[in-house]
């Protein structure tokens, strides 16, 4: 069965410093990698995925993700945090057969201080 | 592009009663749809597929004849909360695949349902 650890229930980052959250998935096979975003009281957007390829991912908002098959691991980054970003944030993994229902890490709360 | 609607945003209602909460994909067709139920502080929980033309796939847990789905065109979803009681006030939130065979599941902006 597939499952999605983020150890981190929430992380307070100083405005303007670089930020890091950690993922780590376990999956038979090739895994789909996201990483979402939710804001209080709203739906998820999607800040980035991982299918194939080269292993750094660009997303939305200055974000970066880097796939470690060796470490299972997926975690996103930003160099610079802006108070806008703080938002709760959710690692998941899907399957690779092109229709897969995914499955969700617990999310890391960011909070971002002056 | 990629954009997916809920309808309504929050809801309050009487226990006993019956809720229904719309899925729309806004700009593109979704043969397949996610429900999802969540918890304050706590992850997404899967309750549904919804596959347009045939039933609802449940997960494990998840009471079909309680949270009715239906799937009725290639751009909406249907989720009724039959009789509502109390302990079903959650967050809501729908996903869908673009497409047949689609990987990115694009997200809804969730519906509040507080039942009283």
């Known amino acids: 069965a597939q499952s999605v650890t983020q150890p981190d229930i929430h992380i307070t980052v100083s405005e303007g410093a670089s930020l890091e959250l950690r993922c780590n998935y376990s999956?038979?096979?090739?895994?789909?990698l996201f990483w979402y975003v939710q804001s209080p009281g709203q739906g998820l957007q999607l800040l980035l995925k991982?299918?194939?390829?080269?292993?750094l991912v660009q997303g939305i908002k200055g974000f970066e993700a880097e796939f470690k098959r060796s470490q299972s691991s997926f975690n996103l980054r930003k160099p610079s945090v802006h108070w806008s970003d703080a938002a709760e944030y959710f690692c998941?993994?899907?399957?690779?057969?092109?229709?897969?229902?995914?499955?969700f890490g617990k999310g890391t709360m960011l909070l971002v201080s002056p | 592009g990629a954009v997916v609607s809920q309808h309504p945003s929050r809801v309050i209602c009487k226990s006993g009663t019956s809720v229904k909460i719309e899925c729309r994909s806004l700009?593109?067709?979704?043969?397949?749809m996610f429900w999802y139920r969540q918890f304050p502080k706590k992850s997404l929980m899967l309750m549904a597929t919804?596959?347009?033309?045939?039933?609802?796939?449940?997960e494990q847990g998840v009471e079909k004849d309680k949270f009715l789905i239906n799937h009725a065109s290639l751009t909406l979803s249907t989720l009724t909360v039959t009789s509502a009681h109390p302990e079903d006030s959650s967050f809501y939130i729908c996903?869908?695949?673009?497409?047949?065979?689609?990987?990115?599941?694009?997200f809804g902006p969730g519906t509040r349902l507080l039942v009283l």
């Open positions: 998941a993994v899907g399957g690779n057969s092109g229709y897969s229902t995914l499955t």
């Open positions: 996903s869908a695949l673009p497409g047949q065979g689609g990987e990115t599941q694009y």
């Open positions: 999956y038979g096979a090739t895994p789909y």
């Open positions: 919804s596959n347009e033309g045939s039933k609802a796939t449940y």
């Open positions: 700009d593109f067709q979704a043969t397949t």
């Open positions: 991982y299918f194939s390829g080269d292993t």
